[in-house]
Nanobody, 126 residues
Framework: QVQLVESGGGLVQPGTSLRLSCVGS????????MAWFRQAPGKEREFVAA????????YYADSVKDRFTISRNNTKNTMWLQMNALKPADTAVYYC???????????????????WGQGTQVPVSS
Protein backbone atom coordinates (compact mmCIF):
# COMPACT_ATOMS: atom_id res chain seq x y z
CA GLN A 1 0.00 0.00 0.00
CA VAL A 2 1.44 3.32 -1.07
CA GLN A 3 1.55 6.05 1.55
CA LEU A 4 2.73 9.64 1.29
CA VAL A 5 3.27 11.72 4.41
CA GLU A 6 3.95 15.45 4.29
CA SER A 7 5.55 17.48 7.04
CA GLY A 8 7.12 20.86 7.59
CA GLY A 9 4.12 23.17 7.39
CA GLY A 10 3.38 25.93 9.84
CA LEU A 11 2.68 29.62 10.26
CA VAL A 12 5.32 31.86 8.67
CA GLN A 13 5.71 35.55 8.01
CA PRO A 14 5.79 37.04 4.51
CA GLY A 15 9.27 37.07 3.01
CA THR A 16 10.51 34.09 4.97
CA SER A 17 11.30 30.51 3.90
CA LEU A 18 9.96 27.07 4.67
CA ARG A 19 10.81 23.56 3.51
CA LEU A 20 8.17 20.88 3.12
CA SER A 21 8.98 17.18 3.05
CA CYS A 22 7.11 14.21 1.63
CA VAL A 23 8.11 10.68 2.58
CA GLY A 24 6.81 7.79 0.53
CA SER A 25 6.45 4.11 1.26
CA UNK A 26 4.92 1.01 -0.28
CA UNK A 27 6.78 1.02 -3.62
CA UNK A 28 10.28 1.95 -4.75
CA UNK A 29 10.34 5.72 -4.62
CA UNK A 30 11.85 6.04 -8.09
CA UNK A 31 8.72 4.35 -9.47
CA UNK A 32 6.90 7.64 -9.12
CA UNK A 33 6.74 10.91 -10.88
CA MET A 34 6.05 13.33 -8.02
CA ALA A 35 4.44 16.69 -7.55
CA TRP A 36 3.30 19.29 -5.08
CA PHE A 37 -0.15 20.81 -5.27
CA ARG A 38 -1.85 23.30 -3.01
CA GLN A 39 -5.38 24.27 -2.14
CA ALA A 40 -6.36 27.60 -0.65
CA PRO A 41 -9.65 28.04 1.21
CA GLY A 42 -12.53 28.18 -1.22
CA LYS A 43 -10.35 27.44 -4.23
CA GLU A 44 -9.57 24.44 -6.36
CA ARG A 45 -6.42 22.42 -5.88
CA GLU A 46 -3.67 23.84 -8.08
CA PHE A 47 -0.34 22.66 -9.41
CA VAL A 48 2.80 23.98 -7.74
CA ALA A 49 5.73 21.88 -8.99
CA ALA A 50 6.56 18.46 -10.36
CA UNK A 51 9.70 16.37 -10.63
CA UNK A 52 10.57 13.40 -12.80
CA UNK A 53 11.42 9.90 -11.60
CA UNK A 54 15.15 10.55 -11.28
CA UNK A 55 14.86 14.20 -10.36
CA UNK A 56 16.53 15.31 -13.56
CA UNK A 57 13.56 17.38 -14.71
CA UNK A 58 11.47 19.83 -12.72
CA TYR A 59 8.46 21.90 -13.65
CA TYR A 60 6.92 24.88 -11.88
CA ALA A 61 3.80 26.96 -11.87
CA ASP A 62 4.49 30.52 -12.99
CA SER A 63 3.35 31.83 -9.62
CA VAL A 64 6.17 30.05 -7.77
CA LYS A 65 8.92 29.90 -10.36
CA ASP A 66 12.19 31.41 -9.08
CA ARG A 67 10.93 31.22 -5.48
CA PHE A 68 10.24 27.51 -4.94
CA THR A 69 12.50 24.54 -5.62
CA ILE A 70 11.38 20.93 -5.86
CA SER A 71 13.87 18.14 -5.24
CA ARG A 72 14.00 14.47 -4.32
CA ASN A 73 16.31 11.81 -2.96
CA ASN A 74 15.17 8.36 -4.00
CA THR A 75 17.51 6.59 -1.56
CA LYS A 76 15.74 8.45 1.26
CA ASN A 77 12.24 8.01 -0.23
CA THR A 78 11.81 11.75 0.20
CA MET A 79 10.77 14.75 -1.86
CA TRP A 80 11.10 18.35 -0.73
CA LEU A 81 9.67 21.73 -1.61
CA GLN A 82 11.90 24.63 -0.64
CA MET A 83 9.77 27.76 -0.50
CA ASN A 84 11.47 31.15 -0.36
CA ALA A 85 10.13 34.69 -0.30
CA LEU A 86 6.74 33.45 0.82
CA LYS A 87 3.71 35.64 0.19
CA PRO A 88 0.25 35.69 1.76
CA ALA A 89 -1.02 34.38 -1.59
CA ASP A 90 0.97 31.18 -0.94
CA THR A 91 -1.30 30.38 2.01
CA ALA A 92 -2.79 26.94 1.39
CA VAL A 93 -2.78 23.30 2.34
CA TYR A 94 0.10 21.71 0.46
CA TYR A 95 -0.20 18.15 -0.82
CA CYS A 96 2.35 15.81 -2.27
CA UNK A 97 1.22 13.51 -5.03
CA UNK A 98 2.65 10.55 -6.90
CA UNK A 99 2.02 8.91 -10.23
CA UNK A 100 3.40 5.80 -11.86
CA UNK A 101 3.22 7.70 -15.14
CA UNK A 102 4.77 11.10 -15.77
CA UNK A 103 3.87 12.33 -19.25
CA UNK A 104 4.90 15.88 -20.00
CA UNK A 105 1.44 16.73 -21.25
CA UNK A 106 -0.33 16.01 -17.97
CA UNK A 107 2.14 16.29 -15.12
CA UNK A 108 0.49 19.56 -14.03
CA UNK A 109 -2.97 17.98 -13.97
CA UNK A 110 -4.35 16.89 -10.60
CA UNK A 111 -6.10 13.98 -12.34
CA UNK A 112 -2.77 12.51 -13.41
CA UNK A 113 -1.83 11.58 -9.84
CA UNK A 114 -3.03 8.44 -8.13
CA UNK A 115 -1.55 8.76 -4.68
CA TRP A 116 -1.89 11.71 -2.32
CA GLY A 117 -0.69 12.70 1.10
CA GLN A 118 -2.91 14.12 3.80
CA GLY A 119 -1.66 17.67 3.34
CA THR A 120 0.21 20.15 5.50
CA GLN A 121 -0.97 23.67 6.21
CA VAL A 122 1.11 26.70 5.34
CA PRO A 123 -0.41 29.97 6.54
CA VAL A 124 1.62 33.02 5.48
CA SER A 125 0.71 36.01 7.58
CA SER A 126 2.26 38.84 9.55
Amino acid sequence: QVQLVESGGGLVQPGTSLRLSCVGSGRPFDSFGMAWFRQAPGKEREFVAAISFSGARAYYADSVKDRFTISRNNTKNTMWLQMNALKPADTAVYYCAASLLFPLATNRDVRAYTYWGQGTQVPVSS
